[in-house]
C-alpha cells in the first residue's frame, strides 16, 4: 500500500511550532501525524526550505481526487514506458562513450604546429 500524501499546508503546520520552539513529539500528537514524519519533514525544511518540503510523490497534484478517479496504465503505457527504457539505455551507451573519448584526449592533449 502506497504511503498517503500529506499536503504541504499540514507539513508546514508540523514545522512551524518545532521551529518555535516546541518539541517535535508535541508538535506530531497536535496534528495527528507520526513523530518520525515531523521529524524528516523538520529535517528536511531545514536543509532544503521550502523546496524541500514539496511532496515527492509524483501524484501529489492527484491526493485530492479520489483514488478510483485517477487513469489506469494501459498497454500504451508499456509499450510506452519500454520505448523510454531503450532510450535512456542508448543514452547511457553515448554518455559512457564520450567519458571516454573526452578521459583520452584529456590523458594526451593534441600537439599544436
Do not use: C
Request: charged residues 35%; positive net charge; aromatic residues 2%.
Amino acid at each position: 500500500m502506497a504511503k498517503p500524501i500529506i499536503p504541504l499546508e499540514t507539513r508546514l503546520k508540523a514545522i512551524e511550532p518545532v521551529l518555535g520552539g516546541i518539541q517535535q513529539k508535541q508538535a506530531a500528537e497536535r496534528l495527528g501525524a507520526g513523530v518520525g514524519a515531523v521529524h524528516g519533514w523538520v529535517r528536511a525544511y531545514r536543509k532544503g526550505g521550502m523546496a524541500a518540503l514539496r511532496p515527492q510523490n509524483g501524484n501529489a497534484a492527484q491526493g485530492n481526487k479520489p483514488a478510483d478517479s485517477r487513469r489506469r496504465p494501459s498497454a500504451a503505457d508499456d509499450d510506452d514506458a519500454e520505448a523510454l527504457r531503450r532510450r535512456v539505455e542508448e543514452l547511457e551507451l553515448e554518455n559512457a562513450l564520450m567519458r571516454e573519448v573526452a578521459e583520452v584526449r584529456r590523458k594526451r592533449p593534441r600537439r599544436r604546429p
